[in-house]
Structures are given as C-alpha cells and as structure tokens.
C-alpha cells in the first residue's frame, strides 16, 4: 500500500492467472484472421467461446453465429468452435459443402484422441462432465457406443458397463479438480480396476485458475468472477471461491451487474476471471470497485503460464499461400505450390 492510500481498510484481491486461455485466445484471433482472409460473413457453430461480450463484437465484424451447420448456406466458411464437434458435424459440413476451419482447442483434442483410442481396444469410457455441454456433447460423438457420461459423484449409483475390468474415466476439460476427484473415487470403489487417462484432461487454464481462487477466497469476504452464465470454467469458478471459504460469490458478465449491497460490511474483495473472459471486463469491474474505495490492489499468485497454440492448420494454411503469392507477385519467383 503507497503513503497516499486513504485507510480505509479496503482492498481487492486479485487472482493471476485469470481470464484468456491460450485455447480461447486462439479461437478468438481465428475468427478475427478468418474474417480478415475471407471477408465476411464468416459461420461460426456454437459460440466461439462462451462469453457474451466476445461473442457480440465478433457479430459486430461480420461473424455469423449458428446453432446448428444445417442453418449454414451451401458454400461458406464455417468455424467450428473451441470446445469441439464430433465427427458427424464435420460430415454435416461435407455434405452441405461448407468450407471449414476447425478452432477446437488441442487440449479438447487432446481427449478427443483419448476416447477413440480406448473405445478401439474396446474399453467402457466413462466420460466426467456436465449433461448438454457442447465439449460432452463433441466427445461423447467420437464413440458414442463406448461413452456414458457421468456427471458427478451422484450420478455413479447409476453406471453400468459391461465389463469392469475395462473401464476408463476421461473428462471434460474444464470441471472443478476437486469434485472431479470425488467423481473418480467414488467410480474406482465401484469399479477398482478403473484406468486413469494417460494425462490430466482438466486443462492447465482450468486447473490455475482454480488454484488462484482458492488461495484468495480464503481472505476473501466476497469474490466476484467475471464471465457468462453458460462458461463451465467460470461457474466452478464461483464454487471453488465459495468452498475455499469465500462468504460470498458471484458470477458477473460486467460491472453494471454488481450490486452495490453485496459490498456491505466487505473489506476484502476477490477478483478473478473465466478462460473465456477478455481483460477489460476485469478493469472494468476494478474501476467499479476503485470507486467505492477498493483501491489497493494485490495479485495472488497461483502459477505462471506460457503456452500458445498456433492457428487452425486450415488458416494457416491459407495465410502462408497468401504471403507466398504476395512474394511472387512482389519478386516475380514462383510461388511454392499450396498443401
Ligand atoms: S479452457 Fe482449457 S481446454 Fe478450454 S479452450 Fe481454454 S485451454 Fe483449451
């Protein structure tokens, strides 16, 4: 705290990580590049990733969002969203000769992988996630045969699989670590010879930002976690902060959604932000609370991250044909042919 603070015992706690995932982030420049490449209109399936104010600026430059590639027009682009589609989308978009270019997280590939590889040596998966979330919905589409969600410690009473000597857990990618592992225990007393994936398939992004708020909602009287109603990440998110010890929680889209009664009798407020959720929705709600005394800010710490992903192969692909016609036209050397 600087000499010129008024003490007024208030301060905010600010979590890091927080916000963007290299997943998110990625997805997002694809649909800016694509519109840039291609021109508008660009289909985009689902929400790019689930946050409402991404989702409107990106309407704003010309992406189009669809439920279904049904409602696509033959001949477009479409983009296929972050969290993934299964195989039947992507013959969808085959038959309705729809170009696309695929945004899928590699970390939701990742599990995609592990799911065909098992359902191929015949193994029951059982698939940890939340009931309708597109990434459950994409998975589940790669071995449909193979896979029964479980979503939750209570749903477990209720598995069955035809034998137990060959089951697997795999998981969505974005659920709280705790609950998961209660998940998983109560699975592997029903089932004790229950094989684990190869790797975590709770993300990095997931798994940090997690740890922030649990560190944070220790000394938290009210944490605030920016993001939308639909994010998986940023609801566990609010639950993780409450159970850390957080009085209070709240998932806010923006800072006009704060109520100022929840700031009653408050002197430590948390702060922290979905993988989906740009940074200046979280200066906007600092702002918001600098102006009601909440001016000394300190980070909690929880981890570093450097991990990028590179853009879908399919841009890229384009981009460096592109650069290399630029090359050729510009020096009159013959252009590599295309992938
Ligand atoms: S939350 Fe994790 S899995 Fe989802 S897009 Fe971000 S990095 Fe990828």
Same mark, same amino acid.
């Given at each position: 705290?600087g000499?010129?603070t008024?003490? %007024?015992?208030?301060?905010?706690?600010?979590?890091?990580?927080r916000?963007?995932?290299?997943?998110?982030?990625?997805?997002?420049?694809?649909?800016? +590049?694509?519109?840039?490449?291609?021109?508008?209109?660009?289909?985009?399936?689902?929400?790019?990733?689930?946050? +409402?104010?991404?989702?409107?600026?990106?309407? +704003?430059?010309?992406?189009?969002?669809?439920?279904?590639?049904?409602?696509?027009?033959?001949?477009?682009?479409?983009?296929f969203?972050?969290?993934?589609?299964?195989? %039947?989308?992507h013959?969808?978009?085959?038959?309705?000769?729809?170009?696309?270019?695929?945004?899928t997280?590699?970390?939701?590939?990742?599990?995609?992988?592990?799911?065909?590889?098992?359902?191929?040596?015949?193994?029951?998966?059982? @698939?940890?996630?939340?009931?309708?979330?597109?990434?459950?919905?994409?998975?589940?589409?790669?071995?449909?045969?193979?896979? %029964?969600?479980?979503?939750?410690?209570?749903?477990?009473a209720?598995?069955?699989?035809?034998?137990?000597s +060959?089951v697997?857990?795999?998981?969505?990618?974005?659920?709280s670590?705790?609950?998961?592992?209660?998940?998983?225990?109560?699975?592997?007393?029903?089932?004790?010879?229950?094989?684990?994936?190869?790797?975590?398939?709770?993300?990095?992004? %997931?798994?940090?930002?997690?740890?922030?708020?649990k560190?944070?909602?220790?000394?938290?009287?009210?944490?605030?976690?920016?993001?939308?109603?639909?994010?998986?990440?940023?609801?566990?998110?609010?639950?993780?902060?409450?159970?850390?010890?957080?009085?209070?929680?709240?998932?806010?889209?923006?800072?006009?959604?704060?109520?100022?009664?929840? @700031?009653?009798?408050?002197?430590?407020?948390?702060?922290?932000?979905?993988a989906?959720?740009?940074?200046?929705?979280?200066?906007?709600? @600092?702002?918001?609370?600098?102006?009601?005394?909440?001016e000394?800010?300190?980070?909690?710490?929880?981890?570093?991250?450097?991990?990028?992903?590179s853009?879908?192969?399919?841009?890229r692909?384009?981009?460096?044909?592109?650069?290399?016609?630029?090359?050729?036209?510009?020096?009159?050397?013959?252009?590599?042919?295309?992938?």
């Open positions: 705290m000499p010129m008024a003490s %007024t015992g208030r301060r905010v706690l600010l979590a890091a990580p916000g963007y995932c290299a997943g998110v982030d990625r997805a997002v420049i694809a649909v800016e +590049k694509a519109l840039e490449q291609y021109g508008a209109p660009i289909y985009v399936r689902h929400e790019i990733v689930h946050n +409402k104010y991404v989702v409107q600026t990106l309407e +704003k430059k010309g992406a189009i969002f669809v439920e279904q590639t049904a409602e696509v027009p033959e001949g477009s682009i479409v983009m969203s972050a969290h993934g589609v299964a195989p %039947t989308v013959e969808e978009a085959a038959a309705g000769r729809l170009a696309t270019i695929d945004a997280c590699p970390l939701v590939t990742k599990v995609h992988k592990e799911a065909i590889r098992y359902a191929k040596d015949d193994y029951d998966i059982l @698939l940890i996630g939340h009931e309708g979330h597109e990434e459950v919905i994409g998975t589940s589409g790669e071995a449909p045969e193979h896979i %029964t969600l479980v979503d939750g410690p209570e749903d477990v209720k598995v069955e699989v035809r034998d137990p +060959k697997v857990w795999l998981s969505q990618t974005t659920l670590v705790d609950e998961t592992m209660e998940t998983v225990d109560a699975l592997k007393d029903k089932f004790p010879l229950l094989v684990s994936p190869p790797s975590d398939d709770i993300c990095y992004a %997931t798994q940090n930002r997690q740890l922030a708020v560190q944070m909602g220790a000394e938290a009287d009210l944490v605030i976690v920016v993001g939308s109603r639909n994010s998986s990440n940023s609801k566990r998110l609010v639950e993780v902060a409450k159970l850390a010890g957080a009085r209070e929680a709240y998932l806010v889209d923006f800072a006009s959604e704060i109520d100022e009664t929840w @700031l009653d009798g408050v002197s430590t407020v948390g702060v922290t932000s979905g989906s959720v740009p940074e200046v929705l979280v200066e906007q709600v @600092l702002e918001y609370l600098t102006e009601r005394g909440f000394d800010v300190e980070i909690v710490k929880a981890a570093e991250e450097s991990i990028t992903f853009l879908p192969k399919e841009l692909r384009d981009l460096r044909a592109e650069a290399a016609a630029l090359v050729a036209e510009r020096t009159g050397r013959p252009a590599p042919a295309a992938e």
